[in-house]
């Protein structure tokens, strides 16, 4: 699976959006990037996922760049729980398994 | 539906005792994964079933470790015998198809003094 880059941690005010970035620059064609997030003490939570077109959900959007070598995870309007770890993680389709990185620590500011 | 159900929340055992955690997959769902998350190695699988079977247990780390799917609703995770380094979260997830979508259990935080 290819391997992603994250920034270790974000800081972003309340009601703003929160845009989290991910190169995956040796992602291949049949590779979909995922979004998982884990709060403080839970285990990780499904956020969204996508190959090439843009994805939204009632959680956040995924912008992938138009050659698949990086996503942005956009959540709209950000509140105090929302603060989480953020992984990104690349896998290939039928392939289960996921590998979770270090990811961003996003703390949303009052 | 209640979600992925993990017992117990919390242990504490001493090192060489025999622990095992208990996983209960959202129903339906025919993969079921185990992860152990610490502060020095992150979030890390240690073995997948599918349809009961195992599929991948190269993150198991030693033979202290063992993993077993009996039925479609419930899999363990032994420990046997414990050690210190084994302390960590043991997280337990399932999944009902190829899309990467896991729904994770709350953990069990194992501790081995």
């Known amino acids: 699976d290819a391997k992603t880059t994250q920034p270790p941690s974000m800081d972003c005010a309340e009601g703003r959006a929160a845009n989290l970035p991910c190169n995956h620059s040796?992602?291949?064609?049949?590779?979909?990037v995922y979004w998982y997030r884990q709060i403080h003490s839970q285990g990780p939570q499904y956020i969204i996922h996508?190959?090439?077109n843009n994805e939204t959900n009632e959680m956040a959007s995924l912008i992938i760049t138009e050659d698949r070598k990086s996503s942005t995870l956009i959540l709209p309007h950000a509140t105090l729980r929302d603060t989480a770890v953020y992984y990104c993680?690349?896998?290939?389709?039928?392939?289960?398994?996921?590998?979770f990185g270090t990811g961003t620590r996003l703390t949303i500011i009052p | 539906d209640a979600g992925v159900i993990q017992s117990p929340r919390h242990e504490v055992t001493e090192m060489g005792q025999e622990v095992t955690l208990r996983c209960k997959p959202i129903?339906?769902?025919?993969?079921l994964f185990w992860y152990r998350q610490t502060m020095m190695r992150g979030l890390e699988l240690l073995i997948y079933f599918n349809n009961n079977v195992p599929i991948d247990d190269s993150g198991m780390p030693e033979d202290r470790f063992s993993a077993k799917m009996p039925n479609a609703s419930f899999s363990t995770l032994k420990i046997q015998p414990s050690e210190p380094r084994d302390s960590a979260v043991y997280f337990c997830a399932s999944s009902s198809g190829d899309f990467g979508e896991q729904y994770f259990g709350p953990g069990t935080r194992l501790t081995v003094t």
């Open positions: 993680i690349v896998s290939g389709f039928g392939n289960e398994k996921l590998t």
């Open positions: 040796t992602i291949s064609g049949n590779e979909y």
């Open positions: 129903s339906g769902h025919n993969s």
């Open positions: 996508g190959l090439k």
